[in-house]
């Protein structure tokens, strides 16, 4: 399969003539992100099964032709594991391409594995072992090697290949629509717009802050949020979660008590003390009423713990009849949550909630049993006298 370098805006126009009508096209991305907020694009390759792009976004400055390929409705775009790849193109463009299909998701309800990889998937679907080599190679680098070019088409080119497997292994199962929930997901640009209120509930050990705490630990989250996206810089670099935890822990009274007992430096202090000083005073003063609250979770009791029990057991019927992992359908974690009250779980949604989500539902409120008979546990309707 012939691979072409694109490092002009002509050949990038010529291109994208060529992929113009094509029905699907293999996708991915090459970016680092060590050192900013948002990804540094490095690279872009594009296959349709018959010829391979590699699109240089370093020497191209002007990707409307791209774009606008990418962007039609009528293509289907492939990815594996698309979610970063289409959070590249939502800083680029705003909006995320629509009618995508990921491989990895398709791995799952296939019964390849939960998240496989792309390496194991080429294998296993194609015996071809992939060359590993330059997992973590500078792809902002100029000029790019041999490898690093071979490495960057097979990502698409085996791609190409996978498209078709999966989609005619879905059609024969009758679930190629199952996924349609999953993949307007991914086509969502909510799933990719920065969420600075709500982004303190990834922050390890907020579960064990109270009402005005989870206040403190809200506001300064966001505004590292906002500073991180100003700045470009990672979250980390403009404070990190350990930090905004101490502060929310154990508010400081003063600027100057701030100054003496918190890891900060003076620099950073010098802008920020009286901004931190005004958050934090804020936090303390918000009402019970007004303050963020976490899914409230206890450790389950024993007749939570034989309820899950029997859940896992809906997992692992289901698991079975649709031969499938069933790891890929839920965690014991989430059926904890469930039992507990929470209903915003990938178990409810897509084709898990087909699959098994709904009989979960149905053994919770009492409509259907479980039943052991010649060997096997089944689903059954109560009897009623």
Aim: glycine share 4%.
């Amino acid at each position: 399969m012939p691979v072409h370098f694109i490092d002009t805006q002509q050949k990038l126009s010529q291109i994208c003539e060529q992929f113009s009508d094509c029905d699907f096209l293999a996708l991915d991305t090459e970016f680092v992100r060590q050192t900013t907020y948002y990804p540094q694009l490095a690279l872009i390759q594009i296959c349709d099964g018959r010829q391979i792009a590699l699109i240089d976004p370093l020497a191209i400055k002007d990707l409307s032709a791209l774009m606008e390929l990418l962007y039609k409705p009528e293509i289907i775009k492939v990815f594996h594991s698309a979610r970063q790849d289409l959070e590249i193109f939502y800083y680029l463009q705003g909006s995320v391409p629509d009618n995508i299909f990921d491989t990895q998701v398709a791995s799952a309800l296939l019964g390849f594995g939960e998240q496989i990889g792309y390496a194991p998937l080429v294998k296993l679907l194609l015996n071809i072992e992939l060359d590993k080599s330059q997992t973590r190679t500078d792809w902002l680098k100029r000029p790019l090697t041999k490898k690093q070019l071979q490495y960057a088409a097979d990502d698409v080119r085996y791609l190409a290949e996978l498209y078709p497997l999966q989609k005619h292994k879905l059609e024969q199962q009758g679930r190629l629509q199952w996924l349609n929930d999953d993949f307007d997901f991914l086509s969502s640009n909510s799933t990719y717009a920065p969420a600075a209120d709500t982004i303190w509930r990834k922050i390890r050990g907020a579960n064990r802050l109270k009402k005005q705490q989870l206040a403190i630990l809200q506001k300064l989250t966001a505004w590292r949020e906002q500073q991180a996206i100003r700045q470009n810089r990672p979250r980390r670099r403009v404070l990190s979660d350990e930090s905004l935890l101490e502060l929310a822990i154990n508010p400081p009274s003063s600027k100057d008590e701030l100054q003496q007992n918190y890891k900060l430096s003076n620099g950073f202090l010098s802008h920020n003390a009286t901004t931190f000083m005004t958050l934090i005073q804020d936090g303390l003063n918000t009402p019970d009423n007004k303050c963020p609250v976490l899914p409230k979770t206890h450790k389950p009791n024993q007749d939570e713990e034989a309820l899950a029990d029997c859940l896992m057991a809906v997992i692992h019927m289901s698991a079975r009849d649709n031969q499938i992992s069933p790891r890929c359908l839920c965690s014991r974690k989430e059926l904890n949550a469930l039992i507990q009250g929470q209903r915003d779980l990938g178990i409810l949604s897509g084709w898990r909630k087909a699959l098994a989500g709904d009989d979960l539902l149905l053994f919770l409120s009492g409509e259907k049993l479980l039943s052991y008979a010649s060997g096997h546990l089944r689903l059954i309707a109560p009897q009623t006298d």
